[in-house]
């Protein structure tokens, strides 16, 4: 489907928008399933992932069908009897698996303010993809913007002394090295694949639809290995749906939202701007604790952190076109 510039320049600004609201809630309701006490036994993450894939492409589905007047015929045509174009969204579905897993590990190993500011750097590989990738030009000033933004973020989330010593005492040096390399991965594995779907989206004229039903068939068959390896105990015992309650079933909503609302973002903004609205809601998110779960002292880092967040976003998004001077290829 192909539509009018200003309608697709809508669609951005309300996906992005989307994007900020969908993290936002995630991270809230996910903290908020947390610290809630319930008796019986606790959801499997690991089957929430799969769930989460389950609902995608029902919705995908139900898209397709809805655009196509309820025909299968170009499921079929694009899904089915195309099998190395499906194929290709293996890949990206394979390393988005390793890296869930990959920051699983790294949450275990380091704490999680220095998890959160180190995986910030996915901003950065994500650029270095998109450029060398998709031969994208960023303008000196974007540079600059993408160095502002991971600075402010990572004031954002600069520990406070209390969370060091709590946190820090129990780590040791082999395990925060372990974590480390983790979250380095994931950084290099999160940039490669936005880009390689961003690629697939915009260079082929399939519908974001159908990609995301491809990428999610591949994320069930492998979030299926997944749940049998790590909890293949457990669902036999006492099933994949256990410990679910409204609140498991919102965080699901919630991822699923997230995969089709981050494919909408690719599709008519990008996987730079993506990394600003996260950012962004990392930032509202914040500021709802702080005012309504009264959980969070903001300090005057967090305030500085926010400014240069804010600033980078409209800094970056000032020079949509590069001036031919100032733009520069790595
Ligand atoms: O940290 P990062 O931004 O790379 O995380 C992207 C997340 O979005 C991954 O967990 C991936 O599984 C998910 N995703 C999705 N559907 C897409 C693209 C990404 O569910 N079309």
Not at 83 to 108: C, H, R, W
Not at 158 to 178: C, I, K, R
Not at 244 to 267: D, H, M, R, S
Request: proline share 2%.
């Amino acid at each position: 489907m192909v539509l009018p510039p200003a309608h697709s320049s809508r669609l951005k600004y309300v996906s992005l928008g989307v994007l900020v609201f969908q993290t936002t809630s995630l991270v809230l309701t996910m903290r908020y399933s947390r610290t809630l006490k319930e008796d019986g036994p606790r959801y499997l993450a690991s089957s929430a992932v799969v769930s989460a894939e389950v609902l995608k492409i029902l919705v995908c589905t139900l898209i397709v069908f809805m655009e196509n007047n309820f025909s299968v015929r170009l499921l079929k045509e694009e899904i089915v009897n195309k099998p190395v174009e499906t194929l290709k969204l293996a890949i990206p579905a394979g390393i988005y698996t390793l890296q869930n897993n990959l920051l699983y590990v790294a949450l275990s190993n380091l704490d999680a303010a220095t998890y959160q500011v180190t995986y910030q750097l996915k901003i950065l590989t994500t650029a270095l993809f998109s450029v060398s990738m998709l031969g994208k030009r960023l303008g000196l000033y974007q540079w600059l913007s993408l160095l502002f933004l991971m600075a402010g973020v990572t004031l954002v989330q600069w520990p406070t002394e209390s969370e060091v010593d709590s946190e820090q005492a129990v780590l040791s040096a082999g395990s925060q090295f372990v974590g480390l390399m983790a979250v380095l991965t994931a950084c290099l594995s999160s940039g490669f694949a936005g880009v390689y779907f961003e690629k697939i989206l915009k260079e082929t004229k399939q519908s974001v639809w159908v990609r995301n039903i491809q990428l999610g068939l591949f994320g069930f068959v492998f979030g299926i290995v997944g749940m049998t390896v790590y909890d293949g105990e457990r669902v036999r015992e006492s099933g994949m749906f256990q410990g679910y309650n409204t609140i498991t079933c919102t965080v699901v909503a919630l991822q699923a939202l997230g995969g089709l609302v981050i494919a909408v973002v690719i599709k008519y903004a990008d996987n730079i701007l993506k990394g600003f609205a996260t950012s962004l809601s990392i930032i509202v998110s914040t500021l709802i604790s702080y005012f309504l779960l009264e959980d969070f002292n903001p300090t005057s880092l967090f305030f500085m952190g926010a400014m240069l967040v804010i600033a980078a976003t409209f800094l970056y998004s000032n020079e949509c076109k590069p001036a031919n001077g100032s733009a520069i290829k790595v």
